[in-house]
């Protein structure tokens, strides 16, 4: 497809799992990012790569919290030991270029029970 | 720090209206972007417009046009004569030189009556 794809759509998981979430980027783009978006709020960012190298983690909650894009393509952000709070849509998006418009996944909504 | 402030929380018009939703940012860089983005209520995000912080020329795109003026700080989205699907959620979005963190702000939610 010609846009970015997210699996799985939706995940339930109980309390205490791990959980690893996928985002295939747009072909050629060059910069990945993961946000999250609680109900009602914009995106809040998460990580950002550019190729391979994350670029900037500051956005993790904690260090429950990981996201690795080894070859330059495909993306997993991993939340271990999951809680209740960390229910909400995760999206990934990316761009061609560093400070180019993003475009967005459908997202991976995430429920935590 | 930077930060993103949409005032209004909510908008309804009746269709055809013209309607503005403002965007102030806040930033110490030079240089930056600022974005707005349309999140319909299938829940999609979807890019509208991008604006560098060097070009204040205003911007039409059919209905849509955007108002960027920098002595105030501000990124301002009109929708001209408005249709039931503009219905969506509107986000400002600024990002700086400093991070290639996207900054968004909390939403407008527009509700274009019948």
């Known amino acids: 497809g010609a846009g970015v794809s997210q699996s799985p759509r939706y995940k339930v998981t109980k309390r205490g799992q791990d959980v690893a979430l996928r985002c295939d980027p747009i072909?050629?783009?060059?910069?990945l990012y993961w946000y999250r978006q609680a109900l009602g709020q914009g995106p809040e960012f998460l990580t950002y790569f550019n190729y391979e190298a994350q670029q900037d983690k500051s956005g993790l909650p904690n260090d429950r919290f990981s996201a690795e894009r080894p070859e330059g393509s495909i993306s997993t952000l991993t939340i271990q030991r999951t809680e209740q709070r960390d229910s909400a849509m995760y999206r990934c998006?990316?761009?061609?270029?560093?400070?180019?418009?993003?475009?967005f996944g459908p997202g991976t909504r995430l429920t935590v029970t | 720090a930077q930060k993103v402030t949409q005032a209004q929380t909510e908008i309804s018009v009746v269709e055809k209206e013209d309607v503005t939703l403002d965007c102030v940012y806040e930033t110490r860089d030079t240089t930056y972007y600022l974005f707005w983005y349309k999140q319909p209520p299938s829940g999609e995000l979807v890019f509208l417009i991008r604006r560098n912080s060097f070009d204040e020329q205003n911007e039409i795109s059919g209905r849509y046009s955007w108002n960027f003026q920098k002595s105030t700080s501000s990124f301002n989205f009109t929708i001209t004569a408005s249709q039931v699907v503009d219905s969506a959620v509107y986000f400002c979005a600024l990002l700086t030189n400093y991070g290639q963190n996207f900054v968004f702000g909390p939403g407008t939610r527009l509700s274009v009556l019948p």
């Open positions: 998006a990316s761009s061609f270029r560093d400070r180019d418009e993003q475009y």
């Open positions: 072909s050629g783009h060059v910069s």
